[in-house]
């Protein structure tokens, strides 16, 4: 039997009509679909499906800090622990975190971090887990945007929300949200996160190989890119709050009716 190679690369990422092969334009997202208060035995929590990525997000806190010794006197801490199921990639994925989930779980922290008023939280934590269960491509940007979305969720403050996306250049043209294949056969990949208060870069990094005068068309691109996912993330809190608003009213009638 062949081995089947499932992530070949095709030898040219773009179609006859300047689409992507999945048939998206050069600036087009992938289809994102977003909720929240999934999981039931968390503070908060969010889901996120971006083209084939299904990424859980559960906060928990403001809790004691296990172990005891990471507490801050003057400040709560964030801790986040990103990690990809052993059947999200295609590939072997070793189960136990690895430097890459590490690497990613510190950088979604520092990057959340500036929009938590974690001065008001002595002594105290908030983790947020994130469970990647299908992978493919821009997970750590996925992860972001639904870590904020669940802290949101847990009624935790926040200056505002914050939105990730990664552009990158394929065959010379630049892309916005790059897919599995098209971040790994790409020449460059830059996740980048907003965080919407101040509007300032709050995550950027940088792989491949790219001409520093291209760095504004990039961030023009990830810009728009950044609007479209903020205004589904405010989506889906709002229509949290209208759900319950609606459920209280319809209450409210049903105990009327019944003092009548
Ligand atoms: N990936 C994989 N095996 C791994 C790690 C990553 O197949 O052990 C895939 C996965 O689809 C991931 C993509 O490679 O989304 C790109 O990984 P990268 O480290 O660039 O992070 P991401 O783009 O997901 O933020």
Redesign the pocket.
Known sequence: MPLIIK?EYPETFFRKDGKRLDGRDLNELRPIKMEVGVVENADGSAYVEWGN?KIYAAVYGPREVHPHHLAKPDKGILRVFYR?ATF????R?RPAP?R?EKE?SMIIADCIEPVLFLELYPGTSFEVFIE?MD?????????TTVAALALADAGVPMRSLLSAV?VGKINGKKVVD?S?IE??AGDA?L?IAITWYNEEISLLQF?GDMDLNEMNDFLDLAKDALKEIHQIQLNVLKSKYVKLQDETKEKQKEEKKGDK
């Open positions: 992530d990525n990809m999200s990639v295609f590939d994925k690895g890459r990613i990647v992978a493919d491509g821009g997970t750590r940007c996925a992860s990664a790059l599995g971040d790994k990949d996740p792989d």
